[in-house]
């Protein structure tokens, strides 16, 4: 089955991501990963601020910072799965600071 980028990338982020995923939203890794769509999605708003003062904003979302990766990955119900540098980065949810780097 052909798989378009944007359904392919989600799928391939969240096999990379699955363990750090399983902890924030408490499901298995192994679950998370025989089945990409089974993300427990909030419905906050994610918007994480970078370096260079540009942001993305982000609703029905989740966010996992690893330090081990230097990377923010933020998970959209309707929007993809994307990685940003966590370089001075800081990440809202619901308009409250839940991360900060630098």
């Known amino acids: 089955m052909l798989k378009f980028p944007v359904p392919r ?4 982020t969240v096999l990379e991501w699955a363990d750090e995923l399983a902890l924030q ?8 990963r025989l089945n990409t769509e089974s ?3 909030s419905n906050d708003t994610v918007r ?4 260079d003062e ?4 982000f ?4 966010f996992v910072v690893s330090e081990a990766k230097r ?10 799965h994307h990685v940003l540098p966590y370089h001075e980065a800081k990440v809202f949810v619901g308009g409250e600071l839940r991360y900060s780097q630098g």
């Not at 990338?9 to 391939?12: C, F, Q």
Request: net charge negative; with cysteine; hydrophobic share 55%.
């Open 9 to 12: 990338l989600a799928e391939a």
């Open 25 to 32: 939203v408490g499901r298995s890794a192994e679950g998370l």
């Open 39 to 41: 993300i427990p999605f």
């Open 48 to 51: 994480v601020e970078l370096m």
């Open 54 to 57: 540009s942001f993305v904003e």
């Open 59 to 62: 609703r029905n979302a989740v």
């Open 71 to 80: 990377a923010v990955a933020i998970f959209t119900e309707h929007c993809g």
